[in-house]
């Protein structure tokens, strides 16, 4: 493509508005505004980069010069706004490779969604967007490598559960300085309840959230975090939710409030899930159809590397404790948990990394010779994980690794085919992420942490601090880091290496690396 330089890509807004009203027309009830001429800053909630394929990566912005206003639009008027965007080779945009605009429409919140294509595999690529006279901030993201490419290392780290009254977002800024190729978000980007906490961050809206509006200004309000914004801004995510972008607990259309009819909470899921849409780089295949919205995908990295992004809310059987030995529940739906093995099997990838929201390995809290297992993750659908566990060795699935958020801690665990029998056979490694946030400060143990280990001789290791997790893939091994913060409830705080751990290429199990 041709070089595009920036006092052209500043004279494209007429020349594009003026042809793209037609275009936009069909999707959307709202007349069309050919030249934005907007008085305050619209990317008041930076930008972002996404679901990294070899030729291409999603690009992301919202526009909202008043990202709290009480009618959840953002300061924005009802008109279809052309947005401009440009990538480049360099962060001056010396060289641009692809440049084009799209239309930010009132019906999805003026988000911007861009599937960039024509990308050169495994590249660093700079963009930007424009709206009249206002420049985003420029962000940074890195495709995939070709499809079966000989990749020799991948970095990336997860993270989960950002509770913005509970504290700061620290642990993003250092996650920020990291080299990373792809960040996974695990779920709980937003909280739904009313807290205000302590630290001057409240809540906005100040209530629960039920409404579209109160959906938008919450995710909102989370996005101007500048350190958040940081780190969207240096690298590709792929996201996943668990419960509280909706509502604490839920499962498929139940509520956990008993006076929410299922009819009523559908109409509050497909507010969350649109205005989760709105909010993260996700790619038009994943615009919800009511309160329905296909998250569930798959990312590969050449020979090296499998993501496999699960959704374990929208399609799993309600939390019922009298029910948790049924053989007919489900965690991920009969679909998705067909589309996850036949996609294990099939892989040609060294490693399988699962992108899970909570824990998968039996954590038992009784050291005695009863069970304490909790309903709400893998250990309240047993029969659900052990379909999973036994599919995996008959389909001769290597180097599984499954990567957790949710529980507000760190852990480790080999998975066994049999909990119950340590000698069965390890079918994978479960590393459980800490929250950024959600818990407050936190500690080295607390008493769940001592009873997990009493109880679950599977587990090795476990932390309550906040921080966020790198790891490093190779064909010969996989590294991971458990990156910690010492608080939360005050900015500034440093981040240190708490443990380290190795799983081998071709042996199951997680061993500690004391180096």
Known sequence: MARLHRRTFLGLTGAAGAGAAAAVAGFS????????RLADNPFTLGVASGDPLPDGVVLWTRLAPDPVAVDGLGGMPRRV????????????????????????????????HVEVTGLRPGREYYYRFRVGKHLSPIGRTRTAPAYGADRRQLAFAFVSCQNLPTGHFTAYRHLADEDLDLVLHLGDYIYEGPAAGTLGRPHLPAAEIFSLADYRIRHAQYKTDPDLQLAHARFPWAVTWDDHEVENNYAGDVSEDPTQSPESFRQRRAFAYQAYYEHLPLRRANIPQGSDMRLYRRLTYGNLAQFNILDGRQYRSDQVPAEMDDPSRTMLGATQEKWLLDGLSASTARWNVLGNQTVIAQADRDPGPGKKLPDDNWNGYAAARQRLFDGVVERGVRNMVVVTGDAHCSMVADLKQNFDDQSSRTVGVEFLGTSITSGGDGS?????????????PHMKFYNARRGYVRCLLTHDQMRTDYRIVPFVTQSGAPVSTRASFVVENGRPGAQADTA
Do not use: C, I, K, Y
């Open 444 to 456: 080295d143990m607390d008493t769940r942490g001592t009873e997990w280990l009493a109880s679950n």
């Open 29 to 36: 009830a709202a007349p069309a505004w050919a030249d934005p």
């Open 81 to 112: 706004v052309p947005v401009n965007w440009q990538v480049a080779e360099d962060e001056r945009f010396h060289n641009v490779v692809r440049a084009g605009a799209e239309h930010a429409t009132p019906e999805l919140g003026h988000s911007v």
